[in-house]
Structure formats: structure tokens, C-alpha cells
């Protein structure tokens, strides 16, 4: 019988990592359950609402799916469909559902994951007919490819891997048909910052390197070197949860950076704050109407430690560079 691996603070660490999935999820669930957005499959990943969550938070959760779902969109929209999805450290998320429902499936949507939240998501998908009877309406045989840490149909597929080994994640990506010829998404929320900065370069490398006509979206951190992202980095902290890529957060320019020096064409990023600015007046007065926010000052804050960084690579010439908020 194999001796027992000692556990080691990096076990602490990327267990931290994967609480951090439960925690947007949760918070999602709150924040649909106040009705800043439309959500009806969250609830299958999240039962209860939970205890209550600021104004701030929730605004933010809204300028956070609001902001990436406008570039994921307009993706798909450009390449009309004739494309794929990837979501780096996906989680409990639930835009392949969306997609579904919005007539916006990509030919195929790719989630990866750590195992022991692949698993639970599996198990989420094999007891909830809501979630289960998309993927089985989009398959084309009555059967479909699932093992403990790993489900594929035609549309959907879901992987437990770790994005630190890049060989295994390609080699199990390619298994399950992945495309390297099609337009490619690539997403990542709240994911590299976990990651060594070697270790996020690497992924973002493999993904020029990889994909000829692609999209990254990263959704993270930024300005964590003034006092407001010392507290933030502090508070994690506490929660053993380490941001290992803290120095890829220092600003918009670090962000792009990350992009630019591996083989992207272009790169752009924007903090939330600007970004909730652009997004649609009329369904932000809205939701500024849902909850009374005492401290402005605190939600600004807020978002301007948050950003979206955008590149791309465009062979096919679909017009991916143009792709940004101006539009909304």
C-alpha cells in the first residue's frame, strides 16, 4: 500500500482556491435572488440564498457579469456561432445554460476545472434535470462520455485538471475534441491571480501558441499595491488563500503586458469602474434602484480594484480586435 502523502500548504492553498468557487456562487445566487439579473439555473448549484451581501457586492457581481458577458457575446456573435469556449477555473458558473437558452451555444463549450469541484458539478448536472436536459438535447447519441472528473457531449464538455500542469490540460483538451482551427474563447475569472506569474504566463502562452483566431478574457484584481489591495490581499490571507500572481494586478499595463509578451497581437484592459460606466444607462439606473447604497465612495473603490483585460489574435480576420465597450 502506497504511504500516505504528507498534507502541505500548498494542499491549504489550492483549498482556499477552490472555496473561492463557492463564495462567487453563493454571491450570485444573492444577487439574483435581488434581481440585478437573470439567473434560473443557479439555483440547482446553490440551494438557499444565504445571508445577506452589501449593495457594493452585489453591484459589483453585476458589473462582473454584465462586463464579461458583453465581450463573450460579441465573440460569438462575430464568429456566428462557428466557434468554441473555454473557461479556465469555471466553477459553479453557469453561462453554457445562458448560451443555451439565448441561442448563442458556440460549437462546442469546454469547462476545467480542480477535480473535486469537477466532480460536484457532475454530480449537480446528473441530479437536476434542468441542468441535465440541455446537454442531452444538444447530443446526438443516447449516451454520454462520464467518469468521475470528467462528463463530454457534443456541445458540453467539463474536465478536472490543474492549470499549472499545461501539458495534461492540452493533452485532456484535445482528447474531448478540441478544436485548435476554430475561433477560441478563453476565460478566466478570479483564476491566474492564483497562479505563480510564471505559472499564468504559461497558460496564456499556451493559448497564442495554441489557438490562431482567439479571444482571452481575464477577469481579476488590480491596484494591489495601494493601501485598499493590501487590506484585500491581507483578508485572503487570513482565509489561507495566497495571490500568488499578485504582481500581473499592479495595473492596467501590468495586465496587458501578461498578454503582449506571449504572443497576443492586442491587448486591452479596463478597471470595473469604467467599465460599469459603459455598460447600458438604463438597466443600471435599474438596478441602482433595487437596494439604497449609503457609501458610493466604498463601491467605487470596489470596482476600481477589479478589471477586465481583453487579447487577441485574429488570422482569420473576424474583427476581433475591434470587439470593446464603446458598443454597448
Known amino acids: 500500500m502506497a504511504a500516505r502523502q504528507p498534507f502541505t500548504d500548498s494542499d491549504t492553498a489550492d483549498e482556499a482556491v477552490r472555496a473561492t468557487c463557492d463564495d462567487a456562487t453563493i454571491c450570485k445566487r444573492f444577487a439574483t435572488s435581488k434581481s440585478y439579473w437573470k439567473d434560473p439555473y443557479i439555483q440547482y448549484f446553490v440551494r438557499s440564498v444565504g445571508e445577506r451581501k452589501a449593495p457594493e457586492i452585489n453591484r459589483g457581481y453585476y458589473a462582473r457579469v454584465q462586463g464579461v458577458n458583453h465581450l463573450l457575446d460579441a465573440f ?16 459553479l458558473d453557469t453561462t453554457f445554460w445562458r448560451l443555451k437558452d439565448e441561442n448563442l451555444m458556440p460549437r462546442k463549450f469546454f469547462e476545467v476545472d480542480f477535480p473535486t469541484v469537477v466532480a460536484r458539478k457532475i454530480h449537480y448536472i446528473k441530479t437536476k434535470p434542468p441542468l441535465s436536459k440541455p446537454l442531452i438535447e444538444t447530443h446526438s447519441t443516447d449516451s454520454l462520455l462520464l467518469d468521475a472528473h470528467s462528463l463530454d457531449s457534443d456541445r458540453y ?72 489591495g ?12 495566497i495571490l500568488a500572481g499578485a504582481e500581473a494586478c499592479q495595473s492596467l499595463e501590468s495586465q496587458k ?17 469604467t467599465v460599469y460606466s459603459m455598460l447600458p444607462q438604463h438597466d443600471v439606473g435599474r438596478i441602482e434602484r433595487l437596494e439604497f447604497l449609503d457609501e458610493k465612495e466604498l ?27 464603446t458598443s454597448i
Open 299 to 325: 463601491l467605487q473603490q470596489l470596482l476600481q480594484h477589479y478589471s477586465i483585460c481583453w487579447a487577441t489574435k485574429d488570422k482569420l480576420n473576424l474583427g476581433n480586435a475591434q470587439l470593446c465597450y
Open 76 to 91: 460569438i456573435r462575430k464568429a456566428e456561432c462557428d466557434c468554441q469556449v473555454i473557461n479556465l477555473g469555471a466553477g
Open 230 to 241: 493590501q487590506v484585500m490581499i491581507e483578508n485572503l490571507q487570513r482565509r489561507q488563500c
Open 157 to 228: 464538455c467539463i474536465i478536472g485538471a490543474d492549470l499549472r500542469d499545461i501539458s495534461n490540460l492540452d493533452e485532456k483538451l484535445k482528447k474531448f475534441q478540441l478544436n485548435p482551427e476554430l475561433p477560441t474563447l478563453l476565460l478566466s475569472e478570479c483564476v491566474l491571480v492564483y497562479m505563480t506569474p510564471a505559472q499564468s504566463s504559461n497558460v496564456v502562452h499556451w493559448a497564442a501558441e495554441t489557438f490562431h483566431t482567439a479571444m482571452f478574457i481575464n477577469y481579476e484584481q488590480l491596484n494591489m499595491s495601494d493601501r485598499f
Open 257 to 273: 503586458e501578461r498578454f503582449l509578451k506571449t504572443g497576443w497581437e492586442h491587448a486591452d484592459a479596463l478597471d470595473m469602474m
